[in-house]
């Protein structure tokens, strides 16, 4: 049995890891040091989507902690009327603004592979690209599993052909 | 993750962030706007084919219905799921449904029957927080090394059994800080011990 890691999502609590396996889509949810496995079979796939989004937790969290680094620099640098230290302080802890204004202007893609009973979600903060190739791949994948799943039928003329499900 | 995943918890497929439920004709167009939040997405709608069901053979006249599987067996039950007809050898009862063989085996291998649910431990998150927990603590390196070194091993097994391609990078990240972090611990026991030397023996 194998599987291919395709992206992950986690939270403050939960670390989540979407694998493709063979006849379905794997979910290890992880909290601590305990994991859970789902399955999202193919033959089972009704939906799979993509969007772009702005995540208000990461909007806050980035800006909470952008405030606090930058605020004691600034505010020396504004009582002390010194320009220069207020400018690499801002230098300093830049990493934090700019992962803030990077989030706002590019959002986080995310995949969601909506099964009968489960679903899987999984994000791509940087790698855009990858996250549309996960998509055309998931709907590639289920989209042959189901039509080869799928029974032919006897047509009037005698052919055959594919029946709608 | 906002993963709703429980067999009554689920309305279906929807928006993928506020998850409200979508008609087919609406998420089958391709791009999709969710009117609730607002939500832009690009959807691609599946049909799944329909389970064929074994024809079962008509019950005689005065006779109860028969088993699907076990053709002599009189029905007990029908499967919450497929319908099919069970006798009690058939028949498994879980988390509250009443279902086929065949039916437990699919729920379970998707993971929705809680009971039946695959759980384990992840020992590559184990190793890798033992050996990051370790650099600080390196005068305790000579227990937290090992048992670093033991959880990412573990780890890296864990992730060939799984079948899992690549994805061996934290866990060798984990055996190296492990191995130095033992190592560190012995340097720093092995200082000690000379530090504690009797002074006759000092040169």
Redesign the interface.
């Known amino acids: ?5 395709l992206g992950t ?3 403050l609590a ?3 890891r979407v ?1 493709l ?1 063979e006849d ?1 889509v794997e ?4 909290e ?10 193919f ?11 702005r995540r208000l937790g990461t909007i806050a969290i980035l800006a909470a902690v952008s405030l606090v680094l930058l605020s004691p620099g600034l505010l020396i640098a504004a009582t002390k009327q010194d320009l220069n230290f207020g400018l690499i302080w801002t230098a300093i802890v830049s990493p934090a603004w700019i992962a803030l204004l990077v989030h706002l202007a590019f959002g986080v893609d ?1 995949v ?1 592979v ?8 999984m994000r791509f903060a940087v790698r855009k690209r990858r996250g549309r190739e996960v ?1 055309a791949l998931l ?1 590639a994948r ?2 042959e599993v ?1 039509r080869a ?3 032919p039928v006897a047509t009037a003329s005698g052919s055959s052909g594919t ?3 | ?5 429980t ?1 009554t918890g ?1 309305a ?3 928006c ?2 506020c998850w409200t439920r979508l008609p087919d004709s609406v ?1 089958g167009t391709g791009d ?1 706007y969710c009117g609730t939040c607002g ?12 389970q ?1 069901r074994a024809a079962l053979p008509a019950p005689e006249a005065g006779t109860a219905a028969q088993c699907a599987r076990h053709a002599r067996n009189a029905a007990a039950a029908a499967c919450e799921r497929c319908g099919a007809f069970m006798c009690t050898l058939c028949r498994v009862k879980s988390d509250g449904l009443v279902l086929c063989a065949g039916c437990f085996d ?2 379970r ?4 029957l809680a009971s039946a ?6 020992w590559r ?2 190793g890798l927080h033992l050996s990051v927990l370790g650099l600080p603590l390196i005068t305790f390196g000579v227990f937290i090394g090992p048992a670093s070194i033991y959880a990412s091993v573990r780890g890296i097994a864990q992730g060939r059994k ?6 061996l990078a934290g866990p060798i990240l984990s055996l190296i800080l492990g191995i130095l972090v033992t190592g560190g611990g012995i340097f720093f026991a092995l200082t000690m011990a000379g530090a504690f030397r009797p002074p006759g023996a000092r040169r």
């Open positions: 049995m194998h599987r291919k890691l999502a986690s939270n939960t670390r989540v694998y396996a379905a979910i290890d949810e992880i601590g040091y305990s994991g859970t496995r789902k399955r999202v079979l033959d089972e796939v009704l939906l799979v989507t993509l969007d772009r989004r995310q969601t909506f099964g009968k009973r489960t679903v899987a979600q998509f709907r289920v989209g189901q799943a799928t029974p029946a709608a499900a | 993750m906002n993963a709703v995943n067999v689920y279906g497929p929807g993928p962030r998420l999709v939500l832009d997405f690009a959807a691609e709608l599946f049909v799944p084919p329909v064929a699919r729920l291998a998707e993971g929705s649910r695959t759980t384990f431990r992840s998150t184990l799984d079948g899992d391609e690549g994805g």
